[in-house]
């Protein structure tokens, strides 16, 4: 596995339309952005097909993708992921691309901020599990299964209006846990 | 506990989370999304969930993709499977960027020293650079003269060795420009045949045996590449 610094490097080849860095940032990446579609698809045919519109959108996107603190791996599986949940609710892409390349290379945290924010990251886990059982895993099955409000409610077999009350006071809790 | 969902202020916050979850219905994600060119703060939340919630790309297997998903991708953004040209073989096509072509204007304002009586010809420029800028070479072509005047600002041949500059038009093989000598600036004549797309041409360095390649295509390493744009 590349590093991030490898990566970020082969996606600013990308931007320039290197064919040789594109091949090799598929090479160092397909098989976790595989994991990810596959994880919310459930399904391989339609994973193989996805994680291709993924890759296409990274090809012609990459020129939007600067270092700003955010994980190059960060922004590849929030293409993938997205572009899975667009497929799994046959929608439109209601979120657009451009939408995510732009709050990604937004004025970005600054590497201090960027250090606390991959602090939180390797915190999420362990802030999930103080959460009650059901709630943790409403929060897990929503990111990595795309799971929607519907989906969830039916899962759990409560109201959807319960579920949205769970989860933004969950995600409330999340944001402070990882806070602390 | 109320199942009221307003019993909860709304809060910019949680509103990113549950984008970046994609929990939100289609309205809902698209009203969100138009507000993020307009909001840096609300843009700083999304992106702050988003690195959030990546701490948990670590739970998701590693699974590779069939090798036809690639090759199949492939075709679908290049069509069918293509001869590389020279300097994507090289593989030193990182070496061009619109930096260096502004790099070569500004000298090549400098290296024009010949006074222009009447009005000037279309000027070409390349900056011709190795990958690590070991080596680098500005070219500047006048089109009323047809030559190109380089000047080597980095590196040289290694001991022993020569350098050679290549024009490379698409696809088409290599034509050698000459051996370049020892000085730093020198000028060559472009071929007839190259002057019309010269604004297409790929310029190489190559490293070759004393008197140039035997063979008539580069022989030895390509060193520094750069691409011919109009100034």
Known sequence: MATAQEIEDLISRVALGDRRAFSALYDNTSAKLFGVVLRVLNDRASAEDVVQDAYMKIWRH?????????????????????????RIRKTRATVD???????????????????????????????????EQDKGSAVRGAYLEGRSYADLAAAFNVPLNTMRTWLRRSLQTLQECMAK | ????????????????????????????????????????????????????????????????????????????????????????????????????????????????????????APLFVSDIAAEDQSLRLLAVYNSASGEVRLTRTTGSAASGRVLQLWAIAGEAAPVSLGVLPEDTTTAVVLPEALREGVADLVLAVSDEPPGGSPTGAPTGAVLAVGQVSAL
Not at chain 2, 8 to 22: G, T
């Open chain 1, 62 to 86: 990459a020129g939007r993708y600067s270092a700003n603190g955010m994980s190059p791996m960060t922004w590849m599986i929030t293409i993938a992921r997205n572009t899975a949940i667009d």
């Open chain 1, 97 to 131: 691309l451009d939408g995510v390349a732009e709050h990604l290379t937004a004025p970005g945290p600054n590497p201090e901020q960027s250090a606390v924010a991959a602090g939180e990251a390797k915190r999420i886990a362990t802030c999930l599990d103080q959460l």
């Open chain 2, 1 to 120: 506990m109320s199942d009221r969902i307003d019993d909860i202020p709304p809060d910019d916050s949680i509103l990113a989370a549950e984008y970046v979850l994609r929990l939100l219905d289609p309205v809902e994600e698209a009203a969100v999304a138009a507000r993020l060119a307009s909001d840096p703060a609300l843009a700083a939340e999304v992106a702050a969930w988003t690195t959030r919630f990546a701490g948990l790309d670590a739970e998701v297997d590693t699974i590779a993709p069939r090798a036809s998903v690639k090759a199949e991708l492939e075709k679908r953004l290049f069509g069918l499977p293509d001869r590389k040209s020279f300097w994507q073989r090289a593989g030193l096509w990182q070496g061009i960027s619109l930096a260096s072509v502004a790099v070569a204007a500004f000298f090549a304002f400098q290296t024009l020293q010949v006074p222009q009586a009447t009005a000037p």
